[in-house]
C-alpha cells in the first residue's frame, strides 16, 4: 500500500512563476515531513522540513504547507527557476511514540519539474 | 564534510551471482539507512542501522539480502543469488544520531543491473 502519494508524474512551469507539487499520505502515525529533490545520476537532496504541529515552514524560495486534517501537504516554490528542473520526492516519517521508529523515510513517487526559460 | 560515498556507482552481473555495495557515511553519523529505487519509484526502506546495530529491516529484504556495518562506520549490502528483479539502484543514506527527525543525506547509490 502505497502510504506517501504524489499523483501529479510531472510539472511544466515557466520561469518565473510559481511551481506547486502536492502530496497525500494516509498514515495518520506520520508526524514529520520532508522534501527531497533529486537530479539525474545523483542521489536525493534535502530540501524543507515540516513538523506536525506546524502548518507552514520557508526557507528562501520554498514554502512546505501541512494540511493535516486533510493529510496533505503541498511544496510552493517562487520564482521557479530552470536550475529547479528535477525530479522531487516527499517523504514522512513515523511518530517514535513506543520507541518503535527509526526515523526511516517512506517516500512518494516523484514528480517531475521542468521549469523552462 | 565529504558526504555520503557509495562504491561502485555501477555494478552489471549475471544472475545468480553474488553482489556487494559499500557506503561509506558522513563521518560521525551513527545513523545509517539502505533504500532501493527502482524505475518511476520513489526509494524504499531497507534496513537501518544506529552505530554497528542492525536495528530494523524491512520485509523487502529477503533472506539473500544481508547487511553490515561491523565498526559502526561504514556498511555494505550484499545480494545472494541475484534475480532480474534486483536490478535497481540502491541508495544509502546517513544522518546524526541527535534526532531521528534529522534529514538524512544520500549517496550518489549504485546502480544494480541483472542481465
Known amino acids: 500500500d502505497q502510504q506517501v502519494k504524489q499523483n501529479s508524474p510531472s510539472l511544466s512551469v515557466q520561469e518565473g512563476r510559481i511551481s506547486i507539487l502536492n502530496c497525500d499520505y494516509t498514515n495518520s502515525m506520520f508526524d514529520y515531513f520532508l522534501w527531497y529533490k533529486k537530479y539525474p545520476a545523483e542521489g536525493p537532496t534535502f530540501l524543507i522540513s515540516?513538523?506536525?504541529?506546524?502548518d507552514k515552514n520557508e526557507d528562501g524560495r520554498f514554502t512546505v504547507f501541512l494540511n493535516k486534517s486533510a493529510k496533505h501537504l503541498s511544496l510552493h516554490i517562487v520564482p521557479s527557476q530552470p536550475g529547479d528542473s528535477a525530479v522531487y520526492f516527499c517523504a514522512a516519517i513515523q511518530s517514535n511514540a513506543g520507541g518503535t521508529s527509526y526515523g526511516k523515510l517512506t517516500f512518494g513517487q516523484g514528480t517531475i519539474l521542468t521549469v523552462h526559460p | 564534510d565529504t558526504g555520503v560515498s557509495q562504491n561502485p556507482r555501477h555494478k552489471i552481473t549475471k544472475r545468480g551471482q553474488n553482489v556487494t555495495f559499500r557506503c561509506d557515511p558522513i563521518s560521525e553519523h551513527n545513523r545509517l539507512y539502505w533504500y532501493r529505487q527502482t524505475l518511476g519509484q520513489g526509494p524504499e526502506f531497507l534496513t537501518y542501522f544506529q552505530n554497528e546495530a542492525q536495528l530494523e529491516k524491512s520485509r523487502l529484504l529477503s533472506d539473500r539480502f544481508s547487511a553490515e556495518r561491523p565498526k559502526g562506520s561504514f556498511s555494505t549490502l550484499e545480494i545472494q543469488r541475484t534475480e532480474q528483479g534486483d536490478s535497481a539502484m540502491y541508495l544509502c543514506a546517513s544522518s546524526p544520531g541527535d534526532s531521528l527527525y534529522q534529514p538524512q543525506h544520500f549517496g550518489d547509490g549504485t546502480r544494480l543491473s541483472i542481465l
Open positions: 515540516i513538523s506536525s504541529i506546524k
